[in-house]
């Protein structure tokens, strides 16, 4: 009678270590897809950031890049419209912020208007609420000869604008 309980006894350890390794092996395979995604998730943002070559940046036209996407089904920022955005600027060349309004309020300004500089407002322009950009402008349409003194801009420099949309009416 001993014999049985102990042989069930030795089948139950077994089991016992069977499911361990089995939980391990799955642990172990969970981190790698964990692993696995943050590289991929890492490369994306990598690939969002990189500078674009000089050949690839026209001087008339404003150089977008997508950072992430807002509301899908949100107003349509277009010419005429009123929108309302929260930026960091910066000069190209040095990556030294100029101007920022992430820690005061928005930005409001009618899209083709003479408010801000047209290479913000043709960056601007298609942008839902929620969406975010990073926006290279060429001195044509920044600055330009003028440069803007009280910040430190000198004439002629590229800018780089990060922007996200709030409200678009």
Same mark, same amino acid.
């Given at each position: ?34 692993? &696995? ?7 994306? %943002?990598?690939?969002? *950031?990189? #500078?674009?070559? !000089? =050949?690839? +940046? ?22 005429? &419209? ?7 600027? %910066?000069?190209?060349? *040095?990556? #030294?912020?100029? !101007? =920022?309004? +992430? ?67």
């Amino acid at each position: 009678m001993c014999l049985p309980k102990k042989k069930r006894a030795i089948e139950s350890s077994a089991d016992v270590t069977l499911s361990k390794k089995k939980r391990k092996k799955e642990r172990r395979e969970e981190t790698r897809e964990r692993k &696995k995604q943050a590289t991929e998730k890492n490369m994306e %943002k990598e690939a969002s *950031t990189k #500078k674009l070559p !000089e =050949s690839e +940046l026209s001087p008339n036209e404003v150089t977008v890049e997508e950072i992430e996407k807002g509301k899908s089904d949100g107003k349509v920022a277009v010419q005429g &419209k009123k929108v309302s955005i929260l930026y960091t600027a %910066k000069l190209k060349d *040095t990556g #030294k912020v100029f !101007e =920022s309004n +992430l820690e005061g309020s928005p930005l409001k300004f009618r899209l083709g208007g003479e408010k801000v500089i047209k290479g913000l407002s043709n960056g601007v322009e298609g942008m839902r609420v929620g969406d975010k950009r990073r926006l290279i402008i060429p001195p044509s349409l920044g600055y330009s000869e003028e440069g803007l003194k009280k910040e430190n801009v000198p004439k002629n420099s590229w800018l780089v604008y990060e922007v996200e949309t709030v409200k678009v009416r």
